[in-house]
């Protein structure tokens, strides 16, 4: 997952910024011309990345942004999030264990170095290996040779050819090809291993992009990328260049769009969320992207298990009226969540049995947490942790509201301080109540939103949910060979979801951004980050 | 006089021991684990966090990971940061650009601050000094950032005169608006001080004598009632210059400077230890030259302060 650590900048002082922005809007709006300029440089907001560009190392999306523009994996991904070849000639398999991977041959590094297949294999054991610890290393779990214990080389790794190698899998997963988009996939040259450090500050690359000179990442400052000539996939850019400049702050970046110093924005502060539509007009983009927020119910909290849990949860997910409080508090910058994915992966449905247990309905919410309590009487308090320096207090208050009148119990916020106190309560699991989550897809598949989450086990089953037929729909869809029958199986899994709610699912961000008047062709891909290359400028 | 600096010196180092420890320890002492947060929302597992940990020193008691930081400290190895940059690269790149702004905001104020604040209190409740005390007022009472919102959108969104945001490289030009804000606050302080002190140098014997011994206001007012009010108004500058140079977090976070305010608070959302104290190391240091300059100062306005060995 890509995490955005954005929006923990000063929520409070942005909030003041609306009221001083929201009055006057406009300003002169510059003539765009026809023609436009391959050669012209686009200026985007980008946040300082959080470890070195290594793409095994990079799970934020401060590098990722950076890295998917640097390298070019075997597959990217389209507006929709359909993976077309990049590198790879072919992706192949009977069983969905034994891949056979070809790539095109004749393409180069941008210090010349050819891309063989060996610059994917030695990356995947490099990523892998477990003293060099990078953040990035589960994405290999599924290889064969795979160790969280030692370092072992990946042995299901096998070079062919220079442009054919074969990867063998411990369990046939179908979404495997689906994976190879994501930054952890991408092939390093000889000359990174030779000194990881200082290839990290200036990676090389094959990607559509390179950087424009040594050094050309000038750290909390900005990176500049060129485009690089050497490139010739379905990614080949249309303008001159990237400079990603670093915001602290997204209110410095959204100002800065307002008066022209930037053309490209994929984040629009909250205190800006009243007032972006009417100050871009056309120039706003507000779709919804492969965020999945939620709150987690640990099974371990009294009342919260077997039938008696149940019940309490559907009432709970009924009691909190999502539409309202997307449209109040979010000012429709999220969509009321219907499942448990997202709805720009392909295999997404509003229509799955039992989705309106999340629709807001008072009368059946009371009714059902009678019947709990008719088993075993409620008592105390209903809490959500949450981080206060993610600007999440006001959707709890109001959800906590809405449980609180609906149900009337006694419901209520519990908010620390930073980020990573409410994280480590979760993951070492003294967290004593109910705690928000949240999931930003990795790569466009159901599979990634279900199994990391509430497969038996799982790195990210933070509430330790367990259903052994949940888990077996998961595994039936993972050996599927076709992908719209293992989406059919990943539904099923969903509804079983749907009935023992681990999570409350709440509502799917969008990605709100803008632009600004000299730039055309504008789209945002599946992962929220917008289509780089597409833009041109003038 | 270098036996009183020798002796100040002296003083500091205690000082920086005491506040390297006591700032290790507060960063150690955060509730949260700095490792695990680099995962964000997903769950890590348990063996790649064991080995981050230990790559940072993370998995040692408190006393060996300050140990082994202050030994790196006397070896010009202040640690690395997550992103494995050096924190010295970091120190040499954002203090600068932090001392520019804290400069320039310092000259704004001492200029403007001292001119209004002699003109207020040599004309005491006059049109002048009546309008001056009342925009000080209101600069006073507004916080910081709303002046940085509407300076931003005034001169950079609406008026189009400076840019909303300092661009790379922080050059001079575009730190004029965020230090004017930066001044704007202090600025009203130093009027308020030096209105306040002007009016009772000037009832003060040794200016009357100055005026009945003929000489005009010319001399009087700079040399007898100026100089002789500005102990108070260096002893606030210095303060604030300190203030400055550590880092405006706010208004570096407006205007996106890649400064040392905005730097320390990313770090510090971030716990990473070594990052936070070497800022804060270097913070202190600054404080204390900062005050034995001020110390010395203070004899060169004033002839009757003398230090003694």
Not at chain 2, 182 to 188: D, G, I, P, T
Request: proline share 5%.
């Amino acid at each position: 997952m890509k995490i955005n650590r954005l929006g923990i900048a000063a929520i409070a002082l942005a909030a003041v910024g609306a009221l001083t922005l929201s009055g006057c809007a406009g300003g002169g709006a510059a003539t765009p011309t026809a023609s436009s300029n391959a050669k012209a440089i686009i200026t985007t907001n980008g946040s300082e990345p959080q470890n070195p560009l290594v793409p095994t190392n990079i799970n934020e999306v401060g590098g990722g942004k950076i890295v998917d523009a640097v390298f070019a994996g075997l597959v990217y991904y389209d507006e929709k999030g359909a993976p077309i070849n990049d590198v790879a000639d072919s992706i192949k398999s009977d069983d969905n264990k034994t891949f056979t991977i070809k790539i095109k041959s004749g393409l180069k590094f941008t210090n010349d170095e050819p891309v063989t297949s060996s610059s994917f294999v030695d990356a995947w054991q490099y990523g892998a290996l477990l003293s060099n610890a990078q953040l990035g290393s589960y994405f290999f779990e599924n290889i064969e040779g795979f160790s969280y214990d030692e370092d072992s080389p990946l042995t299901g790794l096998k070079v062919v050819d220079d442009t054919t190698f074969t990867v063998t899998l411990t369990d046939a997963l179908s979404d495997f090809p689906l994976r190879l988009g994501y930054s952890a996939f991408y092939p390093l040259p000889a000359a990174a291993f030779k000194d990881i450090a200082a290839f990290g500050e200036n990676p090389i690359g094959n990607g559509p992009y390179m950087l424009a000179a040594k050094g050309a990442w000038k750290h909390n400052e900005k990176i500049d990328l060129v485009v690089n000539p050497a490139y010739d996939g379905g990614r080949k850019a249309k303008n001159g260049g990237l400079s990603i400049i670093f915001y602290a702050n997204q209110g410095a970046a959204y100002s800065d769009l307002l008066a022209n110093n930037l053309d490209v924005l994929d984040a629009i502060p909250d205190s800006a969320y009243g007032t972006y539509e009417k100050d871009l007009g056309d120039r706003a983009v507000n779709q919804p992207s492969a965020v999945f927020q939620s709150f987690t119910i640990p099974a371990r909290l009294p009342h919260f298990d077997g039938e008696e849990g149940k019940l309490r949860r559907a009432a709970i997910s009924m009691a909190i009226n999502r539409e309202e409080i997307t449209k109040i508090i979010f000012s429709g910058t999220r969509t009321p969540a219907s499942d448990f994915t997202s709805p720009v992966i392909d295999g997404w449905s509003d229509k799955l049995k039992g989705a309106d247990m999340l629709k807001f309905n008072a009368k059946q919410a009371k009714k059902l947490w009678a019947e709990a309590d008719a088993i075993s009487p409620w008592s105390g308090s209903f809490q959500i942790a949450y981080n206060a320096d993610g600007g999440h207090q006001g959707w709890v208050d109001a959800a906590m509201n809405g449980i609180k009148n609906t149900l009337g119990i006694d419901a209520s916020g519990a908010p620390y301080p930073t980020f990573k106190e409410a994280r480590t309560l979760i993951t070492d699991r003294t967290i004593q109540t109910a705690f928000r989550t949240g999931w930003q897809a990795d790569y466009p598949g159901l599979f990634n939103f279900l199994g990391p989450i509430y497969a038996t086990k799982a790195s990210s089953n933070d509430g330790d949910y367990s259903n052994p037929k949940f888990d077996a729909l998961l595994k039936k869809g993972s050996t599927e060979s076709d992908l719209a029958a293992a989406n059919k199986d990943f539904q099923a899994a969903q509804e079983i979801l749907l009935q023992d709610l681990p999570a409350i699912p709440l509502w799917y961000a969008n990605v709100t951004g803008g632009f600004g008047t000299s730039v055309q062709n504008v789209k945002f891909g599946w992962n929220s980050v917008p289509i780089y290359n597409e833009i041109t400028k003038g | 006089m270098t036996g009183y600096i020798f002796r100040r010196i002296l003083q500091a180092i205690p000082v920086f021991l005491g506040t390297t420890f006591l700032i290790y320890f507060m960063v150690f002492a955060m509730p949260g684990d700095p490792i695990v947060a680099l995962f964000g929302d997903k769950t890590p597992n348990p063996a790649v966090v064991a080995q981050l940990r230990a790559q940072y020193h993370l998995d040692q008691p408190f006393i060996v990971q300050y140990l082994i930081y202050l030994g790196g400290i006397f070896r010009g190895d202040f640690g690395l940061s997550f992103s494995g940059e050096p924190v010295t690269a970091i120190l040499a790149r954002t203090f600068p650009v932090t001392a520019r702004l804290a400069i320039l905001a310092l000259l704004f104020e001492t200029f403007f601050g001292i001119l209004v604040g002699l003109v207020s209190g040599l004309r005491k409740g006059k049109l002048f000094d009546a309008s001056s005390l009342a925009v000080s007022l209101i600069l006073i009472s507004l916080p910081i950032f709303v002046i940085a919102f509407v300076g931003q959108y005034v001169f950079g969104v609406w008026l189009g005169w400076a840019r909303t945001t300092v661009s790379s490289g922080a050059p001079l030009q575009d730190l004029v608006l965020p230090a004017l804000v930066l001044a704007s606050v202090s600025f009203a302080q130093i009027v308020r001080l030096t209105r306040a002190s002007v009016i009772e140098t000037s009832g003060l014997d040794f200016v009357r004598t100055a005026y009945s011994k003929g000489l005009s206001s010319r001399r009087v007012i700079p040399v007898h009632i100026l100089r002789n009010s500005l102990i108070p108004v260096v002893t606030y500058l210095a303060t604030d210059f300190g203030v400055l140079l550590v880092g405006a977090t706010i208004t570096e976070g407006i205007f996106n400077v890649p400064g040392v305010g905005n730097t320390l608070y990313q770090a510090i959302i971030r716990g990473e230890g070594p990052t936070v104290v070497s800022f804060v190391t270097v913070m202190v240091l600054i404080y204390l030259v900062v005050n034995i300059l001020v110390d010395l100062f203070y004899g060169l306005l004033d002839p009757r302060i003398r230090y003694v060995k």
